[in-house]
């Protein structure tokens, strides 16, 4: 079974930048759509942003758009947080594993927890001064 391991959370003050890692052991991810969620306490998981086969094509949530920026290289998914904010805090977590037959509904399904067969343990991302 496919493990996804994340890193590169941590303590920033607001309006500051993390990059979040995630590599799946024995697997490039460049190849794959996957996706980042989050968990803040007392809260559910949800979307952050997702990337489809070959990074052709990005999606991001409202309170994402024009901070974080998701991306791959050869082997590893990446999200890029700017502009932190104390509400960013969570827990975070990558998803790969594209559970669709039919890759072209990506665009529909890529925000679903149940889209995803494969998940990584989450890395903390606390925002405070």
């Known amino acids: 079974q496919v493990r996804l391991v994340e890193s590169g959370g941590g303590l920033v003050q607001p309006g500051g930048s993390l990059r979040l890692s995630c590599v799946a052991s024995g697997y490039g991810l460049s190849s794959f759509a996957a996706a980042w969620f989050r968990q803040a306490p007392g809260k559910e998981r949800e979307f952050v942003s997702a990337?489809?086969?070959?990074?052709?094509s990005t999606y991001y949530a409202d309170s994402a758009k024009g901070r974080f920026t998701t991306f791959t290289d050869n082997t590893k998914l990446y999200l890029q947080m700017n502009s932190l904010k104390p509400e960013d805090t969570a827990v975070y977590y990558c998803?790969?594993?594209?559970?669709?037959?039919?890759?072209?509904?990506?665009?529909?399904?890529?925000?679903?927890?149940?889209?995803?067969?494969?998940w990584g343990q989450g890395t903390q991302v606390t925002v405070s001064s």
């Open positions: 990337i489809s086969w070959n990074g052709a």
């Open positions: 998803a790969a594993g594209y559970r669709g037959e039919d890759t072209t509904l990506f665009s529909r399904f890529y925000s679903l927890l149940s889209s995803y067969r494969y």
